[in-house]
C-alpha cells in the first residue's frame, strides 16, 4: 500500500486537511494524520478498518455507489456522523472505493473537492494495481520488475516464489515508448492506466509492467509464434500514441532484462523509422539490430552538406532507395516514379556534394550504413515514411 499512501499524504498536506480511503466495500484501505474535526464514526473507522452497516446503510442511501462526481453527504445526529464529501474512485466506470473527507471546520471548497476529484485517477490505479497483485503487494511486485530489468537474479525469485510469474515458462517483454515529445506526470498516468488495462485482459499470461520514466515495459509468459496480435491490444489499450518494440523470448524469467534491452532499441527504432510500422519485433529489425549499438555521430564525412541543407531531402531519399535496392537504377527509377535521367542527375550531384564515388563499393556501404545511423540519430527525416531497411 506504499503507492496509496504516499498519494493520500500528498493530498492531505495539498488540501491541509484529513482524509480517508475505502475501497468499494466500505473497508479502510489508508488513511493520512488525523486532525482537525473528527466524529466517533472517524475513529471507529480507523479503529475496526470499516464503518458499521447502519453507516453504510445512511451513506448508500445518500448515493455514494451511484457517483460519478464528488457529493456531499448530510450529517446523522442519530448515528454521530459529521457531514462529509465523497469523491468516488473508479477505473474504467468500475467503482474501487472512497475518499472521504469530514466538511465541516470549515467546509471544503470548490477549488478543494475539485483537487480531490483530480486526485482520484491515480488513486483508482494504485488500487487496481494492488487488486491485480498475485502474491505480492503493488509496490513490492514493481521494486521486484524495476530489479528484474536492472538484471537481478533474485528479483526473479522473488516474483516465481510469489506466484506472480510461472517457474518453467520463457518470458518475453514488451516495451510502448509514447511519440510525445516530453513525458510528464500526466502521460505516464496514461500508460500506467493501458498497461493495467492489458494486464486484466491477458491474466493467462501472467502479465507484470512497470512505468519508466520514458516508456513502459509489459513483461509476459510464453513464446508465441506471432507477438503482433499482442503488440495491437497494447496499441489498442493506451490512450496515447506509441510505438511498442518486442524482444525475443528469454527461456527463463531471470533472463527478462535481455528481452528488455531489445524491445527497448526495437521501440525507439521504431520511433524514429515510421516506415517500419507502429510495432517492431526486435528479430526483424534488420540491419537496425546492428547499428543501434554503433555511435550515431560516426558518418560518411561526405554527408555532412547533403544533410545540412532541407533542400537537399531528394537528393538523400533518391540516394537511400538506390543503394536499398543494390545499385539497381531501373528499380529506383520505378520505386521514385522518376525518370532515369533524373535519377542520374541526382546521383551525379550526390556524388559532386558528398566528394564521393558511387561505382565504388566501400563507398557505397559507408554511405548506406551512415544514412541508417541518421535516421536513428533523427538527423535524416525521409518524407515518405518508407522503411529503409
Known amino acids: ?16 486537511r484529513p482524509l480517508l480511503l475505502e475501497d468499494r466495500l466500505q473497508r479502510v484501505v ?8 473528527m466524529d466517533e464514526i472517524r475513529r471507529d473507522s480507523i479503529l475496526r478498518r470499516r464503518t458499521t452497516p447502519e453507516v453504510r446503510q445512511w451513506l448508500g442511501a445518500a448515493g455514494i455507489h451511484e457517483a460519478v462526481a464528488p457529493l456531499r453527504t448530510p450529517g446523522a445526529d442519530h448515528l454521530g456522523l459529521l457531514p462529509r464529501v465523497c469523491v468516488p474512485v473508479r477505473h474504467d466506470a468500475g467503482l474501487l472505493g472512497f475518499l472521504w473527507f469530514i466538511d465541516t471546520g470549515p467546509a471544503m471548497s470548490r477549488a478543494q473537492v475539485a483537487e ?9 490505479l494504485a488500487l487496481f494495481h494492488e487488486s491485480l497483485a498475485t502474491g505480492l503487494a503493488s509496490h513490492r511486485e514493481l521494486e521486484a520488475v524495476t530489479g528484474l530489468m536492472l538484471g537481478e537474479h533474485d528479483a526473479a525469485r522473488q516474483l516465481i516464489e510469489a506466484g506472480a510469474f510461472p517457474q518453467a515458462q520463457p518470458v518475453t517483454v514488451l516495451v510502448a515508448r509514447p511519440l510525445a515529445a516530453e513525458p510528464d506526470d500526466a502521460l505516464r498516468l496514461a500508460l500506467e492506466r493501458g498497461l493495467l488495462a492489458l494486464r486484466r485482459r491477458l491474466g493467462a499470461l501472467h502479465p507484470l509492467h512497470l512505468v519508466r520514466y520514458d516508456h ?3 513483461l509476459a ?7 503482433a496480435a499482442l503488440a495491437e491490444e ?13 524482444g525475443r523470448p ?19 527504432v521504431a520511433a524514429r523509422v515510421p516506415g517500419l510500422g507502429r510495432s517492431v519485433e526486435w528479430a526483424r529489425l534488420g540491419v537496425y539490430r546492428m547499428l543501434t549499438h554503433l555511435p550515431h555521430h560516426e558518418l560518411h564525412p561526405g554527408l555532412a552538406p547533403l544533410l545540412a541543407d532541407e533542400q537537399h531531402l531528394p537528393l ?15 528499380a529506383a527509377s520505378r520505386a521514385l516514379r522518376l525518370h532515369r535521367t533524373s535519377l542520374y542527375y541526382r546521383l551525379q550531384r550526390v556524388e559532386e556534394l558528398a566528394r564521393t564515388d558511387l561505382k565504388d563499393g566501400g563507398e557505397r556501404l559507408a554511405l548506406h550504413l551512415s544514412l541508417k545511423l541518421a535516421r536513428l540519430s533523427g538527423r535524416y527525416r525521409p518524407r515518405d515514411g518508407r522503411p529503409g531497411g
Open 1 to 16: 500500500m506504499a503507492d496509496l499512501q504516499r498519494l493520500v499524504d500528498e493530498l492531505a498536506a495539498r488540501l491541509g
Open 30 to 37: 489508508v488513511y493520512s494524520e488525523q486532525s482537525g474535526a
Open 116 to 124: 480531490a476529484a483530480a486526485a482520484a485517477p491515480a488513486l483508482a
Open 216 to 218: 513502459a515495459v509489459l
Open 221 to 227: 509468459a510464453g513464446a508465441p509464434a506471432s507477438w
Open 234 to 246: 497494447a496499441h489498442a489499450a493506451m490512450s496515447v500514441p506509441v510505438t511498442v518494440g518486442v
Open 250 to 268: 528469454r527461456p527463463e524469467l531471470a533472463a527478462a532484462a535481455e528481452s528488455y534491452a531489445e524491445a527497448r532499441h526495437a521501440a525507439e
Open 316 to 330: 538523400l531519399e533518391t540516394l537511400e532507395t538506390y543503394l536499398d535496392l543494390a545499385g539497381s537504377a531501373g
